[in-house]
């Protein structure tokens, strides 16, 4: 079955996530192990362009490489081949579109397969690749843990052990100071991040996007926490979450050849719930910590499973798919299905429910 590749190649793109080392060393030994050579494709598609940047991945390349946050081959979220932002010669910036001189530094140089370590963005760039005529196997990255067709993705459990203990933390100054801590997650248009944590934590309220919410039913729990002589109160904020009929909080108009910014919102709630409780608020914002440092194992072992697995899908000459869990098995689902359907919340999803069985507030009025 593995007639026919000689060469492979990997990259990482849009945000990082702990874990992308892993895949990168299950990539190369796996690839090694069936005498395969394996480049480093660096800062997303860019090493192809400038070919001199390109890594020859070695074992010793990998070595001590799996609990190690980052990637190796570093990567931007402002390089879509597609789209690519670039300076004018009167000094204004157009995008244009370098797909071709993509494809052909992957045939220059024999490539026979890409393994494209990404989220939604990424995928949706290797997919266009793929189309173009590279053969292509995606490993889906997000700490967002909002794409389709894998049960999870590498990444999240790390970004909810993060901030589960950050909550954990804050826990004990609230209690001391009798405040209220806003704390704001990532997660883009998911609440996958700030559900988790928040049900692990204890937390009193949480907000996500999937659930508008009114300020008034997140003030009431605070106050009903008061009353029960609990003068503290926990909020976990999700990034994307919106009052109801209000908007996502943004930094900034959105760039060229990027995703809008989300953040903002725990600022907002901190002061509402202060303005109407009277009780002394604090937001905090979490940000780039739940993507740094060492992956968890969970993570460690399904980054390193994904990029064995991806090797696997390239020796069988299976492409066009991305490397998905489905317990306790890793398969391979066509990437055609899973772009674009990002996955959110179920309402009715068990951990919903066990939140609201355990008093937990989303700011709504179901109960
Ligand atoms: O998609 C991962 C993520 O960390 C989101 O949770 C967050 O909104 C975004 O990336 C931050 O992007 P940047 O690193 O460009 O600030």
Request: neutral net charge; proline residues 4%; glycine residues 12%.
């Amino acid at each position: 079955m593995t007639r026919g590749i000689k060469r492979i190649a990997v990259n990482t793109g849009g945000g990082d996530a702990p874990g992308l080392n892993a895949v990168i060393r299950g990539v190369v030994r796996s690839a090694l192990n069936r005498g395969w050579q394996v480049l480093g494709i660096t800062r997303g598609y860019e090493g192809l362009y400038d070919t001199s940047k390109i890594m020859q991945l070695t074992r010793e390349s990998v070595r001590g490489i799996t609990h190690r946050g980052g990637t190796i081959l570093g990567t931007t979220n402002k390089g879509d081949p597609f789209e690519f932002p670039m300076k004018a010669a009167d000094g204004s910036m157009v995008v244009v579109d370098r797909s071709d001189e993509i494809v052909s530094a992957f045939n220059k140089l024999k490539i026979d397969a890409l393994i494209a370590i990404g989220g939604d963005g990424s995928l949706r760039i290797a997919k266009k690749l793929y189309d173009k005529g590279i053969p292509v196997v995606g490993v889906p990255k997000t700490i967002d843990n909002d794409l389709s067709g894998t049960v999870i993705t590498f990444g999240f459990d790390t970004a909810v052990t993060i901030a589960t203990d950050a909550l954990d933390r804050l826990h004990s100054t609230a209690e001391a100071h009798e405040r209220v801590f806003v704390v704001e997650v990532m997660g883009r248009y998911a609440g996958w991040i700030a559900l988790n944590a928040g049900v692990s934590s204890s937390s009193d309220v949480i907000l996500i996007p999937e659930i508008p919410f009114d300020i008034n039913a997140v003030c009431e729990k605070v106050m009903e926490r008061e009353a029960e002589g609990r003068r503290f109160s926990i909020v976990v904020v999700a990034e994307g979450a919106k009052a109801a009929g209000g908007d996502m909080v943004t930094r900034g108009p959105k760039e060229a050849g990027r995703e809008v910014r989300l953040g903002g919102i725990a600022e907002q709630v901190a002061a509402q719930i202060q303005q109407i409780t009277g009780k002394e608020t604090r937001a905090v914002v979490l940000g780039h910590l739940q993507r740094g440092g060492c992956p968890t194992t969970f993570d460690r072992l399904l980054a390193l499973r994904f990029g064995a697995a991806a090797v696997r899908m390239v020796a069988e000459g299976r492409f066009g798919v991305m490397v998905a869990l489905a317990p306790p098995q890793v398969l391979a689902v066509p990437l055609s299905d899973v772009l674009g359907r990002n996955r959110s919340v179920p309402l009715d999803c068990d951990t919903v429910l066990t939140a609201r069985e355990m008093g937990i507030c989303f700011g709504d009025t179901v109960q």
